[in-house]
T-cell receptor
Framework: DTGVSQNPRHKITKRGQNVTFRCDPISEHNRLYWYRQTLGQGPEFLTYFQNEAQLEKSRLLSDRFSAERPKGSFSTLEIQRTEQGDSAMYLC???????????FGSGTRLTVV | GQQLNQSPQSMFIQEGEDVSMNCTSSSIFNTWLWYKQDPGEGPVLLIALYKAGELTSNGRLTAQFGITRKDSFLNISASIPSDVGIYFCAGQRETSGSRLTFGEGTQLTVNP
């Protein structure tokens, strides 16, 4: 068990570019979550998957954001036409029940310049 | 936006002192979690609480799930320099599915 793995750890992109992040959850966990954290704030929920099904999305997830978990294992989060306001830490978490074992990865720090 | 009120926002203490922080909400939560986050890293789970009134310890850490289900506290005894970091409470509500709601964090500084 290597924990929740996120790649890349850091991403700097120009405004208007598309970016994609990857999350590999703990292997036996069937639930996968994405959160966004801005400086000085706690993480805010974006979306979650149970196996390959995306079951819940936050209003924070605008139409420029899309998340997939094609085989119920790893997940990707894509942001199209990035804006400076998208700069944040994007955190992935996984669990095998609603909250039991809810484990976060180290995050991807996105900077939009 | 955040629905959990976490206090204090920051604490500056001497090594060896005890620390207490708490979270309150106007909503009922079914689960309370306490996390610690170091700079540039994701939150690490410290303690999970699943029943109202539950008191749980993890080494020098003790946390309680309030009887009203609207609050929780975390105590750290005999603080050490490596306790430095940001502590977050997080709650899960019956009506919110799997999403967690986080407090705004307590920044803890421990002076040796």
């Amino acid at each position: 068990d290597t924990g929740v793995s996120q790649n890349p750890r850091h991403k700097i992109t120009k405004r208007g570019q598309n970016v994609t992040f990857r999350c590999d959850p703990i292997s036996e966990h069937n639930r996968l979550y994405w959160y966004r954290q801005t400086l000085g704030q706690g993480p805010e929920f974006l979306t979650y998957f149970q196996n390959e099904a995306q079951l819940e999305k936050s209003r924070l997830l605008s139409d420029r954001f899309s998340a997939e978990r094609p085989k119920g294992s790893f997940s990707t989060l894509e942001i199209q036409r990035t804006e400076q306001g998208d700069s944040a830490m994007y955190l992935c978490a996984s669990s095998w029940d609603r909250v039991y074992g809810y484990t976060f990865g180290s995050g991807t720090r996105l900077t939009v310049v | 936006g955040q629905q959990l009120n976490q206090s204090p926002q920051s604490m500056f203490i001497q090594e060896g002192e005890d620390v207490s922080m708490n979270c309150t909400s106007s909503s009922i939560f079914n689960t309370w979690l306490w996390y610690k986050q170091d700079p540039g890293e994701g939150p690490v789970l410290l303690i999970a609480l699943y029943k109202a009134g539950e008191l749980t310890s993890n080494g020098r850490l003790t946390a309680q799930f309030g009887i009203t289900r609207k609050d929780s506290f975390l105590n750290i005894s005999a603080s050490i320099p490596s306790d430095v970091g940001i502590y977050f409470c997080a709650g899960q509500r019956e009506t919110s599915g799997s999403r967690l709601t986080f407090g705004e964090g307590t920044q803890l500084t421990v002076n040796p």
